[in-house]
């Protein structure tokens, strides 16, 4: 299995400022992913995020919004940038496990912005 | 384009009878199915992950079937406890690299 820590777990922010949330992983992946859960909705992938390039992103989902880094094979991070109370969501990373078969999440990152 | 289902959206149940959730999808050119659970306001945590050439699979009260032709899977919870009390998701893995399809989930309530 992989282990995922997630920071920061939650967060109040005020509109118009920008989060950054943090992922580790205990091994090296070559993919991550990012995952947005609305209130009462499921998970929405926003987008892959591979080591030495730039990450791909979903339909409905720009990288001047949420951008993100992969600076190596282990850390990860996405930013939600000019924040709008519409961002309210749980946030989370995600890594395959060996083998490339099953996925790991961190423990998300509650975000509120007021 | 792969969509998943949950049927039932939300089940209560008394303290040791079993559960029984559903999950279909659209396209069965899945890599693997996966079942995680959800506590309010939390990640996800990993059940049971049944690859696409299985037709099952089985962890303590836990048993997943998987028929890919027909598009389906069924958790099964057996003698179900308070503590199974969650939310639960089925999501499909569409490509190689890990993507997950998920379903909307089934709120699953245990009452002593």
């Known amino acids: 299995s992989a282990v995922i820590s997630q920071k920061p777990s939650r967060d109040i922010c005020q509109r118009g400022t920008s989060l950054t949330i943090q992922c580790q992983v205990d091994?090296?992946?070559?993919?991550m992913f990012w995952y947005r859960q609305q209130p009462g909705q499921s998970l929405t992938l926003i987008a892959t995020?591979?080591?030495?390039?730039?990450?791909?992103?979903e339909s409905g989902f720009v990288i001047d919004k949420f951008p993100i880094s992969r600076p190596n094979l282990t850390f990860s991070t996405l930013t939600v940038s000019n924040m709008s109370p519409e961002d309210s969501s749980i946030y989370l990373c995600s890594a395959p496990g060996m083998r490339n078969t099953e996925a790991f999440f961190g423990q998300g990152t509650r975000l509120t912005v007021v | 384009k792969q969509e998943v289902t949950q049927i039932p959206a939300a089940l209560s149940v008394p303290e040791g009878e079993n559960l029984v959730l559903n999950c279909s999808f659209t396209d069965s050119a899945i890599y693997n199915l996966q079942w995680f659970r959800q506590d309010p306001g939390k990640g996800l945590t990993s059940l049971l992950l049944?690859?696409?050439?299985?037709r099952e699979q089985t962890s303590g009260r836990l048993n997943a079937s998987l028929d890919k032709s027909s598009g389906r899977s069924t958790l099964y919870i057996a003698a179900s406890q308070p503590g199974d009390s969650a939310t639960y998701l089925c999501a499909v893995k569409t490509d190689s690299w890990g993507k997950l399809q998920f379903g909307a989930g089934t709120q699953v309530v245990v009452t002593p």
């Open positions: 995020a591979n080591q030495g390039s730039e990450a791909t992103y």
């Open positions: 091994s090296q992946v070559t993919m």
């Open positions: 049944i690859q696409s050439s299985q």
